[in-house]
Antibody
Framework: EVQLVESGGGLVQPGGSLRLSCAASGFIFSSYSMNWVRQAPGKGLEWVSYISSSSFTIYYADSVKGRFTISRDNAKNSVYLQMNSLRDEDTAVYYC???????????WGQGTLVTVSS | SYVLTQPPSVSVAPGQTARITCGGNNIGTKSVHWYQQKPGQAPVLVVYDDSDRPSGIPERVSGSNSANTATLTISRVEAGDEADYYCQVWDSSSDHVVFGGGTKLTVL
């Protein structure tokens, strides 16, 4: 059974940093790309970042480029999102999601809430 | 950047057919994927590559894509179909994943 479990969310002040983790199980993690997607309270889905299986290819949404860094550790079956210079508008539930066969996400974690507030 | 436009809401009576559209410039040339999201839950993939269904998704859920509009069709709508639905594409011009704004399906 495929499982994705996010952690690391919490309350942080504007300008602060936070590192999210996503632990994967039930599939050969090192073979597949991963996404981070977020959802602000009461709003729609917003793609944040993509990383290929080997970490060779990485993409970011314009809204986070230069502030967020995606990475992965295939030995630990985990993908990470380092978030710096956080803003109020970064407040959201952050989901990690797998990409097995194409540019769509078959499996999603349950999400972790990040709240940026003073 | 590429924009996907969805109606904010669609309402349908039980047993009827719901059609949720997703508009985009020449979207017919892209692969469109659809997700269902119920309150407090993570999104669930319901259609990928325009019209394919993951295992476990009923046949009454279908998708199509042509010209400037992709459509998610849910036949014989049930109360359990009430949810938010999002379309999504990969925009190779910008190297971005793009989501539509979402459509709230209400079952009357």
């Amino acid at each position: 059974e495929v499982q994705l479990v996010e952690s690391g969310g919490g309350l942080v002040q504007p300008g602060g940093s936070l590192r999210l983790s996503c632990a994967a199980s039930g599939f050969i993690f090192s073979s597949y790309s991963m996404n981070w997607v977020r959802q602000a309270p009461g709003k729609g889905l917003e793609w944040v970042s993509y990383i290929s299986s080997s970490s060779f290819t990485i993409y970011y949404a314009d809204s986070v480029k230069g502030r967020f860094t995606i990475s992965r550790d295939n030995a630990k079956n985990s993908v990470y999102l380092q978030m710096n210079s956080l803003r109020d508008e970064d407040t959201a539930v952050y989901y990690c999601a797998s990409l097995f066969s194409g540019w769509y996400s078959e499996y999603w974690g349950q999400g972790t809430l990040v709240t940026v507030s003073s | 950047s590429y924009v996907l436009t969805q109606p904010p809401s669609v309402s349908v009576a039980p047993g009827q057919t719901a059609r949720i559209t997703c508009g985009g410039n020449n979207i017919g040339t892209k692969s469109v994927h659809w997700y269902q999201q119920k309150p407090g839950q993570a999104p669930v993939l319901v259609v990928y590559d325009d019209s394919d269904r993951p295992s476990g998704i009923p046949e009454r859920v279908s998708g199509s894509n042509s010209a400037n509009t992709a459509t998610l069709t849910i036949s014989r709508v049930e109360a359990g179909d009430e949810a938010d639905y999002y379309c999504q594409v990969w925009d190779s011009s910008s190297d971005h994943v793009v989501f539509g704004g979402g459509t709230k399906l209400t079952v009357l």
